[in-house]
């Protein structure tokens, strides 16, 4: 009896000591438990760059240029000497000309953050994109390397009310965009001519360079209305070359310029009664005056031979004369100077340079008497016309008409109040959004 009273007894201490360790058991957890899924290492972040440089490892110093500065004077500064600065030289003239460095640009200094302060890396600014590294160690080499260059699609509206480049200034868009959409229209609408009312849509990407504007990229697709017509621009590559055509597949690029010089006014046009402001008598005036300043590039309005360059003793001063085919001749007249290297019987190309605005020979002021003679006979310059060349050919018709449907219908809904900018997914915003290249919320 007392055997099985004992053993009834340690059944229940086990069994209590067993319960108090389960319960115990439960309330915490296992040391397995307590592990994470996945070990979470910390990686330290990325070095800062300057110039592909990691900036952090260095004392940094950046400066202009300063007027009667040269390499020498800088480098010498830093401790270098002339053994030291002529391999520096000789290391980068393959990449650039030091002697060429410019009072503005701006120079970056690496230095050792030790006390020897040795300078390690150089870096100049050629321009707004390129710039050359040289890394100053047991020997020296240079890297030429272009900054990142971050485009932005953009969409421009613009209601003429005197000219082309007031209507972009006052729309605070970058200049850069009056000169592409004057070479884009050259042949197609007068500049001289157009009208307040006349109005432009346009949709281009424009470049950032360190946030700041750098230029155009590329107009993709425009429309100018000139005298209520629609004149359609698009941008089209055929035959591994990009021109532009208008929505009929015909190029906007004629045989002729409309005018030899850009953003200027016409003083005097062509006339067989004028009275000459120097001679005070009335005789014929078979040209079109631009006036301009002294020194406007003058073009050739289309490709040519040059077949006299010469001063006019009759009072055109100096001229430039071109033949540009059996039909048609231009002259161009009271010039200051004659573009460099231009000679007689030379071929020059459609918009090549020939010359700069003058007042020699018989001129009140600086000014172009731009002539034109037709099968031997002037004619008024501002009313030749010009058959277009080089249309979208009929085996590219089919994708070129397909390619430019979006385009029409992106540039027909262009709002008449602020520029916009696009992002990549298509959302609009606001152009004073853009920041370095990029578009902020």
């Known amino acids: 009896m007392k055997k099985i009273f004992w053993i009834i007894l340690i059944v229940l201490i086990v069994a209590v000591v067993l319960y108090t360790f389960l319960i115990n058991y439960s309330r915490y957890p296992s040391v397995e438990s307590t592990l994470p899924d996945t070990l979470v290492v910390e990686t330290p972040p990325d070095p800062e760059l300057l110039y592909n440089i990691p900036k952090d490892s260095f004392d940094v110093f950046s400066y202009n240029v300063k007027k009667n500065q040269f390499l020498a004077d800088i480098l010498l500064s830093y401790g270098l000497s002339y053994p030291d600065i002529d391999k520096f030289v000789k290391a980068g003239n393959s990449l650039f000309d030091f002697r060429k460095m410019k009072v503005g640009n701006r120079y970056t200094c690496f230095l050792s953050p030790d006390t020897l302060h040795r300078l390690e890396h150089f870096v100049y600014e050629i321009d707004n994109t390129n710039y050359i590294t040289v890394c100053i160690d047991d020997s020296i080499t240079a890297l030429l390397n272009e900054k990142e260059i971050q485009e932005v699609e953009k969409e421009a509206y613009g209601e003429i009310q005197s000219s082309l480049w007031l209507t972009i200034k006052d729309n605070n868009l970058t200049p850069m965009l009056a000169i592409e959409l004057s070479e884009i229209y050259a042949w197609t609408v007068d500049f001289f001519g157009i009208e307040k009312g006349d109005y432009f849509k346009v949709l281009y990407s424009?470049?950032?360079?360190?946030?700041?504007?750098?230029?155009?990229?590329?107009?993709?697709?425009?429309?100018?209305?000139?005298?209520?017509?629609?004149?359609?621009?698009?941008?089209?590559?055929?035959?591994?070359?990009?021109?532009?055509?208008?929505?009929?597949?015909?190029?906007?690029?004629?045989?002729?310029?409309?005018?030899?010089?850009?953003?200027?006014?016409i003083s005097?046009?062509?006339?067989?009664?004028?009275?000459?402001?120097?001679?005070?008598?009335?005789?014929?005036?078979?040209?079109?005056?631009?006036?301009?300043?002294?020194?406007?590039?003058?073009?050739?309005?289309?490709?040519?031979?040059?077949?006299?360059?010469?001063?006019?003793?009759?009072?055109?001063?100096?001229?430039?004369?071109?033949?540009?085919?059996?039909?048609?001749?231009?002259?161009?007249?009271?010039?200051?100077?004659?573009?460099?290297?231009?000679?007689?019987?030379?071929?020059?190309?459609?918009?090549?340079?020939?010359?700069?605005?003058?007042?020699?020979?018989?001129?009140?002021?600086?000014?172009?008497?731009?002539?034109?003679?037709?099968?031997?006979?002037?004619?008024?310059?501002?009313?030749?016309?010009?058959?277009?060349?080089?249309?979208?050919?009929?085996?590219?018709?089919?994708?070129?008409?397909?390619?430019?449907?979006?385009?029409?219908?992106?540039?027909?809904?262009?709002?008449?109040?602020?520029?916009l900018a696009i992002t990549n997914d298509g959302e609009k915003v606001d152009s004073q959004t853009v920041s370095n290249g990029v578009i902020i919320n």
Request: cysteine-free; charged content about 20%.
């Open 206 to 265: 424009e470049k950032y360079v360190d946030g700041q504007s750098i230029g155009i990229g590329k107009i993709h697709a425009a429309v100018f209305s000139h005298h209520k017509q629609l004149y359609y621009a698009f941008a089209f590559e055929q035959d591994s070359v990009f021109d532009y055509f208008d929505e009929k597949g015909q190029s906007l690029r004629k045989a002729f310029l409309k005018a030899p010089l850009r953003f200027s006014r």
């Open 268 to 419: 005097s046009r062509y006339s067989h009664s004028r009275l000459h402001p120097i001679l005070k008598i009335r005789r014929p005036h078979h040209g079109v005056d631009y006036a301009a300043p002294h020194g406007t590039p003058v073009y050739s309005i289309g490709d040519g031979r040059v077949i006299n360059k010469a001063w006019d003793p009759k009072g055109g001063g100096n001229y430039v004369k071109i033949k540009h085919n059996s039909v048609y001749t231009t002259t161009y007249m009271h010039l200051s100077g004659f573009a460099k290297g231009l000679l007689v019987g030379q071929s020059v190309r459609q918009g090549q340079l020939i010359g700069y605005v003058g007042a020699t020979g018989h001129a009140t002021g600086p000014h172009l008497d731009f002539r034109v003679s037709k099968n031997g006979r002037l004619v008024d310059p501002l009313k030749i016309e010009s058959p277009p060349v080089e249309p979208v050919k009929n085996e590219n018709m089919g994708s070129y008409l397909s390619f430019i449907e979006s385009f029409i219908s992106k540039i027909n809904k262009i709002s008449v109040d602020e520029p």
